[in-house]
C-alpha cells in the first residue's frame, strides 16, 4: 500500500481547492516534464467530471494555466496570482515552463465537458501537446484528493521507502504503539526519519504552523467581499476586532498572546475557535496561500483546533505543534489508504470528516490522552460526519464550505474531550471499522452530491457566478 509522510498530507499551496486547484497545477507541471517542450507549438486542456462542472468556481481553469506558465503553488507570490491571469487572457499566449512563448487562449484551448467523465476517477483531465512536426502526445490524469495526482496507467504511488512501522490500518497502528510503548506522534516521527532527518522534519512542520498561523492573522485582518460572485462577505476579521476589543498588538505572535490573556469562558473561546476556522477559509476562497490540511476546502479545521490550544490550553508547550501535526497526518494517511479524501468520490465527509478526526486525535495526545484515546476520538469525529455532502452553491468553495470549518472544529475538540473521559476498551466502534463505513457510505452516495453542485444546497440557491 501507499507509503505517505505527514508532509504528503500537509501541503503549502494556493487555494481554493487542493483537487480542482492544486491537483491541476500539479497535472500541469507534470505533464510539461513529461513532453518535449522544444518541440511545442501549442497546448490543450480537457476537463472532465466534477473538474468541469465545478472547475470554474475552484480555480481550475486559472490552476492549469499557472502550472503551464512555470509556476508553483508553493512560490508564486499570492498577488502575482491574478495579473498573471491577466497576461495570459490579454496576450492569448503563455510562457511554456517560464521559457518559450506560445500562442494559449484560455477560451478554447481550456474545454470543459460537462456531461463527461473519465473512467477512473470524477476528477479527470488531458493535457494534450501539439509539435511543430505535425506530431504531438497526450496525457491523462486524476486528480484524486489533497493534491495528489495519478496518471492514467500508472498505480498509487507506493514508494520505495521502507519503513520501520509500516501502517497501512488503524490496527496496525495501535499495534506499533503497544508494541513500542509509544504515543502515536513518536511511531510516525520514527517513520519520518526514512524520509528526512530529524531537525528536517521539525523544521519543515513549524513552517507548515508558520504558514497557517499567518494564514489565520491575515484572514483575521483583512476585509471585503470574496470573489466569484455569490457575494459572500468576510466575517474573520470583524469577529477578530469585536473579541479582542481594541488590544494593542503588531505581529501574529503579539495578536496570539492577546487573545490568550482574553477571555475563557466557553462561549468565548466557541467565537474564537470559529473565527480562526472561518479566517482561513476566508483565505482559500481568495486565491490565498494555504495548508492542505488534508485538503483545500477542509483547511480550516486543522489551524483552528491547533491554534485553540495555543491560546487557550493550560497544557500547551512549543513542542506541542510537532506532536500535533504528526498525528493529525498520520490520521489522514489511514483515510486516505482506507476510503478517499476527496469530495468528488466521497462528499464532504472525505474533507471536513477527515480534517475533523484529524484533529481530535491530535489535540487528544496534546492534552494527555493515551493513542488508543487519540484513536477513540479519531473514531468520534468521522462518525459523526459520514453522510455529509458536498453541495458547494455555484461550484464555489464558500457556502456551504467555509462555516463547515468551524463545524469541523468544534466537532473535534468534542470529540477529543469525550475520548479523554472514556474507556477505548469499552468502545463499539473502531478507527477501521468508521473507516470502512465511510467508504461504503462513499460508494453509496448519490453522484450529484459529491462536488458537482448538481444537489442539495447548490440545487436551490439562485446564484450569478463568474470566473474567480
Known amino acids: 500500500m501507499e507509503r505517505i509522510s505527514v508532509f504528503d498530507i500537509f501541503k503549502i499551496g494556493i487555494g481554493p481547492s487542493s483537487s480542482h486547484t492544486m491537483g491541476p497545477w500539479r497535472a500541469a507541471q507534470r505533464f510539461l516534464s513529461e513532453i518535449n517542450l522544444d518541440k511545442v507549438a501549442a497546448v490543450q486542456v480537457e476537463l472532465y467530471g466534477s473538474l468541469a462542472k465545478t472547475g470554474r468556481g475552484h480555480g481550475t ?18 498577488e502575482a496570482v491574478y495579473p498573471t491571469i491577466e497576461q495570459i487572457a490579454t496576450t492569448r499566449s503563455i510562457k511554456l515552463n517560464g521559457g518559450r512563448i506560445i500562442s494559449f487562449n484560455p477560451d478554447s484551448d481550456i474545454v470543459f465537458y460537462f456531461d463527461q467523465s473519465l473512467p477512473h476517477h470524477a476528477n479527470g483531465l488531458i493535457f494534450r501537446a501539439f509539435y511543430n512536426d505535425g506530431g504531438g502526445e497526450s496525457h491523462t490524469y486524476y486528480s484524486v484528493g489533497g493534491g495528489f495526482v495519478v496518471k492514467e496507467g500508472e498505480e498509487k504511488m507506493a514508494g520505495t521507502v521502507t519503513l520501520p512501522f509500516p501502517i497501512d490500518k488503524g490496527e496496525d497502528l495501535e ?11 513518536e511511531i510516525v516521527l ?4 526514512s524520509w528526512r532527518p530529524a531537525e528536517k522534519v521539525q523544521t519543515d512542520l513549524m513552517q507548515i504552523w508558520e504558514v497557517m498561523k499567518q494564514c489565520i492573522y491575515k484572514g483575521c485582518h483583512t476585509e471585503g467581499i470574496l470573489p466569484g460572485g455569490l457575494g459572500v462577505t468576510r466575517r474573520a476579521a470583524p469577529l477578530s476586532r469585536r473579541l479582542l476589543a481594541d488590544k494593542p498588538y503588531s505581529s501574529a505572535d503579539e495578536w496570539i498572546l492577546q487573545i490568550g490573556r482574553g477571555g475563557h469562558t466557553f462561549q468565548h473561546i466557541l467565537k474564537w475557535v470559529s473565527c480562526f476556522a472561518l479566517a482561513v477559509n476566508e483565505e482559500n476562497a481568495a486565491f490565498s496561500r494555504v495548508v492542505t490540511a488534508p485538503t483545500n476546502g477542509a483547511a480550516g479545521v486543522i489551524p483552528a483546533v491547533l491554534m485553540y490550544h495555543v491560546c487557550f490550553s493550560e497544557r500547551y ?3 506541542d505543534i510537532i506532536k500535533f501535526m504528526l498525528t493529525a497526518g498520520e490520521i489522514g494517511s489511514l483515510f486516505k489508504k482506507g476510503a478517499t479524501i476527496s469530495a468528488a468520490m466521497g462528499g464532504c465527509q472525505a474533507e ?35 453522510g455529509m455532502t458536498c453541495d458547494p452553491i455555484g461550484g464555489l468553495v464558500q457556502v456551504p464550505c467555509i462555516e463547515r470549518n468551524t463545524m469541523g472544529a468544534i466537532k473535534a475538540i468534542t470529540a477529543s474531550q469525550i475520548a479523554l473521559e472514556s474507556n477505548p476498551d469499552l468502545a463499539k466502534v473502531s478507527l477501521d471499522a468508521v473507516i470502512k463505513t465511510m467508504k461504503e457510505t462513499a460508494h453509496d452516495m448519490d453522484h450529484k452530491y459529491k462536488e458537482t453542485a448538481d444537489g442539495g444546497l447548490a440545487l436551490h440557491i439562485p446564484v450569478n457566478v463568474v470566473e474567480c
Open 190 to 193: 520514527l517513520n519520518e526519519l
Open 175 to 185: 499495534r506499533w504503539c503497544k508494541q513500542e510503548n509509544r504515543a502515536i506522534h
Open 317 to 319: 508547550v512549543k513542542s
Open 61 to 78: 481553469d486559472l490552476a492549469v494555466q499557472l502550472g503551464l506558465n512555470g509556476d508553483d503553488p508553493v512560490t508564486i507570490p499570492v
Open 352 to 386: 471536513i470528516g477527515v480534517s475533523s478526526a484529524m484533529a481530535a486525535a491530535a489535540l487528544t495526545e496534546c492534552l494527555g490522552g493515551t493513542y488508543d484515546q487519540a484513536m477513540m476520538a479519531a473514531e468520534i469525529a468521522m462518525e459523526h460526519h459520514l
